[in-house]
């Protein structure tokens, strides 16, 4: 039987083949220096109401997936603590704004792997068996095992959730595009520090001249699974 959730440019999936088996909930950076208090993006100045505003929803795909068996993988960005794999342009982009990776804040060294502000934020913990994908990048693809956990499990579909929506959401995205996988973004599950910036980044995935992936809701998903 074919099951498709609701979207735009075009239901997903692509060929109604959806199922628990063949696809995962990957939740993208939802963590204390992103999403929590006195962590990096609030040092950087970001609205901590806006960075929050993905968890309610969030939340309620987790539970719906979990109790229907989906695969739920967790990515987290974050450095080395001797600073060997973050790029000193990185570093300068970082500052930038305000914030500079590696840099101490109030609760530790800003996205630096074992820090109180690279954790998981608790709103959103991951169960035990779920996977959680360091990397050092934006994208998750990159420098990271998780196309190697994909295929091993036999996942075609990612519906995608987390933070920032113009950054590691959509540099996840494109790069999971472009292996293959179809992409099914949660609109209202994701944010960005700059909100018109979220906008634009989900209006190039909804535009049918877009090759990305497709945009939906939490609630709509949610429907389609249960």
Not at 117 to 146: N, R
Not at 191 to 219: K, M, N, Q, W, Y
Request: hydrophobic share 40%; with cysteine.
């Amino acid at each position: 039987m074919e099951i498709y959730v609701e979207a735009e440019s075009y239901p997903f999936p692509w060929n109604g083949d959806l199922r628990p088996e063949n696809t995962a909930v990957l939740v993208i950076d939802m963590q204390v220096d992103f999403c929590g208090k006195d962590g990096w993006a609030e040092m950087a100045g970001a609205d901590m109401a806006v960075m929050r505003s993905p968890i309610e929803g969030a939340r309620k795909v987790l539970a719906a997936a979990r109790e229907k068996g989906y695969h739920v993988i967790y990515t987290r960005e974050g450095h080395r603590t001797d600073g060997s794999d973050l790029t000193e342009v990185k570093r300068f982009r970082s500052r930038r704004m305000g914030a500079g990776i590696g840099d101490n804040s109030k609760i530790g060294r800003n996205l630096v792997r074992g820090e109180p502000g690279w954790e998981i934020i608790p709103e959103l913990a991951p169960q035990e068996g779920e996977p959680i994908i360091d990397k050092p990048g934006s994208g998750a693809f990159y420098s990271t095992e998780l196309e190697h956990i994909l295929i091993r499990r036999g996942i075609k579909n990612l519906v995608i959730m987390g933070v920032t929506t113009e950054v590691c959401v959509h540099t996840t995205l494109r790069e999971g595009s472009d292996r293959g996988f179809d992409i099914l973004l949660l609109e209202d599950c994701c944010a960005a520090t700059v909100p018109e910036l979220h906008r634009a980044a989900v209006e190039i995935v909804r535009s049918p001249d877009s090759i990305f992936g497709t945009v939906s809701t939490a609630d709509k998903f949610i429907h389609a699974i249960l």
